[in-house]
C-alpha cells in the first residue's frame, strides 16, 4: 500500500455520516464531521457469560454513530468447543489493548469502547465531538480504496495515523455442540472475518490505501470497515463502513 499526499475538497465538509451512493456496479461511503462509537466486544462461543452481550451487540445493527465489531478470541477454544469464528490475531489483539491500557488482563465477554475498557454496556457514552479525519470509501469490484485526509480546523497537522481494515459478516448462527453452551443455538452479527493492518502515514499528508475483498455468500450480509487510528494511543480517530 502506497500513501500518497491528498488535497481536501470542501464539498466533503457537508458530507452525512457513511453517505451511501451506489451506481454501476460501484459505490462510496464518505464520513462526517462526527466519528461513529467504535464498540469491539471479545467473545467466544464457548463462553456462557458471552451469549447475552452477543446479543446486545446485535441491536446496535442500523445505528449511524455506532460501528461494532465483535472479535471472538482463541482461549476458549481448548475446553470443548473450537470457534470456528475465532483467531489468534484477534486474541493478540484483546492483549494489545490490555497493554495499551496499563493491564496485563484479559477477559470474555469485554467490552472496548474507542479503544478503552467499558463495563458500562449496554449503556454507551455521547459520541466524541472533537473533529475527525474525513475518509472515503469507494469499492470498484472486488476492490475498496479509502482516501484519508486531516479534517479542516482539526488541529491534528503534527503526529502520524495509522489505520485498520475489518471485514465484518451479519447474520451468523452455530449450534454448539459441547463447551460451556452445549446444546444452545448462537446468533451472531458484527463478525470480524478479517483484520489487516495499514502502516502509520504524517498526519498532516493524509493517505489512500486498498484492500482486495471479496463479495461473500449472500446468506451473510457483509460490510467493509476503515478505522483511523491515533498511532501512538491506538484511539480511534474516525470509522467508515461501506456495506455494499
Not at 55 to 64: I, V
Not at 143 to 154: K, M, N, Q, W
Not at 213 to 230: I, K, N
Amino acid at each position: 500500500m502506497n500513501n500518497v499526499a491528498l488535497s481536501i475538497l470542501s464539498t466533503l465538509l457537508l458530507a452525512p455520516l457513511a453517505a451511501l451512493s451506489q451506481a454501476g456496479g460501484s459505490c462510496r461511503a464518505m464520513s462526517g464531521a462526527v466519528p461513529p462509537t467504535v464498540v469491539e466486544l471479545y467473545t467466544s462461543e464457548g463462553c456462557s457469560s458471552c451469549p447475552p452481550a452477543d446479543r446486545w451487540l446485535s441491536t446496535l445493527k442500523g445505528k449511524p454513530d455506532v460501528l461494532a465489531m465483535s472479535f471472538h478470541v482463541t482461549y476458549w477454544d481448548n475446553l470443548g468447543w473450537p470457534d470456528r469464528f475465532a483467531s489468534p490475531d484477534y486474541t493478540a489483539r484483546q492483549y494489545a489493548i490490555a497493554h495499551q491500557n496499563g493491564s496485563a488482563q484479559v477477559y470474555t465477554p469485554q467490552v472496548v469502547v474507542n479503544g478503552q475498557d467499558w463495563r458500562s454496556w449496554p449503556r454507551l457514552p455521547a459520541a466524541s465531538a472533537k473533529p475527525a479525519p474525513l475518509v472515503t470509501l469507494a469499492r470498484e469490484g472486488d476492490i475498496v480504496t479509502a482516501t484519508v485526509a486531516a479534517a479542516s480546523g482539526s488541529g491534528r497537522t503534527a503526529g502520524q495515523w495509522q489505520a485498520y481494515w475489518a471485514v465484518l459478516e451479519d447474520a451468523h448462527q452455530s449450534q454448539v455442540r459441547a463447551g460451556e453452551n452445549s446444546g444452545e443455538t448462537l446468533k451472531h452479527d458484527h463478525v470480524v472475518r478479517l483484520l489487516k493492518p495499514v502502516p502509520a502515514w504524517a498526519a498532516a499528508d493524509g493517505a489512500k490505501a486498498q484492500i482486495t475483498v471479496s463479495p461473500g455468500a449472500p446468506a451473510f450480509p457483509r460490510r467493509v470497515v476503515l478505522v483511523v487510528t491515533d498511532a501512538q494511543t491506538q484511539q480511534p480517530l474516525q470509522a467508515v463502513a461501506l456495506g455494499c
